[in-house]
């Protein structure tokens, strides 16, 4: 069965730099969400989409956007980038009630 | 609002030995309630959920979990615990489907 593919699995950036994280979730799956894991920690929720329209915001810094596009893919952008920033990014998607993540990004800034 | 509290941050147990893991969740309404298994280094894997159908659920790899309304609680058992039991659990709510709202997980230490 087809499940959340997130591409890059692994990015190096620099501070200050920019990433952009993707995500293509399951097929006929109306919404998606961005979860960011500090290490050691919980999955913290970024934000969500519905239908291709935000439904939820959480603690997403404003140097982070993202967006759902037409095909349902959507993109986390992430500019300025700090060393707090390192962490592995997920991607759900979800078809209520159940989600399924993806393996994850993981983002290391140096 | 939504939150789940994970009763214990670490669990350790022998190999074979029943485990219990124990999540009490706060909820406005009727929640959805999941686990999750996070092996080292690895995506999130659903390993059951409950969704106001019967209240005994059974997931994946042996485990299973039973949600009681009256204590609010949603704890995942085994009756035999494996090596590769071995990883952080993570206890999940929902209720809108907009959010999911995770506990701080609990890591699973299996000694042989």
């Known amino acids: 069965a087809a499940g959340v593919i997130q591409s890059p699995r692994h990015l190096i950036k620099e501070k200050r730099e920019t990433a952009t994280l993707k995500c293509y979730p399951i097929?006929?799956?109306?919404?998606v969400y961005w979860y960011q894991q500090g290490p050691g920690q919980d999955p913290q929720f970024l934000i969500s989409?519905?239908?291709?329209?935000?439904?939820d915001k959480g603690s997403i810094p404003d140097r982070f956007s993202a967006q759902q596009f037409s095909d349902y893919h959507s993109e986390l952008n992430m500019s300025s980038l700090e060393l707090g920033d390192s962490a592995l990014y997920f991607c759900?998607?979800?078809?209520?009630?159940?989600?399924?993540f993806g393996q994850g990004t993981r983002l290391t800034v140096v | 609002a939504q939150s789940v509290t994970q009763l214990d941050s670490h669990v350790s147990v022998s190999e074979g030995t029943p485990v219990l893991l124990r999540c009490n969740y706060s909820s406005s309404y009727s929640p959805s309630l999941f686990w999750y298994v996070q092996h080292p280094n690895k995506g999130l894997q659903l390993l059951l959920k409950y969704t106001s159908a019967a209240t005994l659920v059974k997931g994946i790899n042996g485990f299973e979990a039973e949600f009681k309304k009256s204590e609010t609680s949603f704890h995942l058992t085994k009756p035999s615990a494996h090596m590769s039991d071995a990883a952080e659990y993570f206890c999940v709510v929902s209720v809108t489907g907009n959010q999911f709202y995770f506990g701080t997980g609990t890591s699973l230490t299996v000694i042989p």
């Open positions: 097929p006929r799956h109306d919404t």
């Open positions: 989409f519905y239908e291709k329209m935000q439904s």
């Open positions: 759900a998607s979800s078809h209520y009630p159940e989600a399924f």
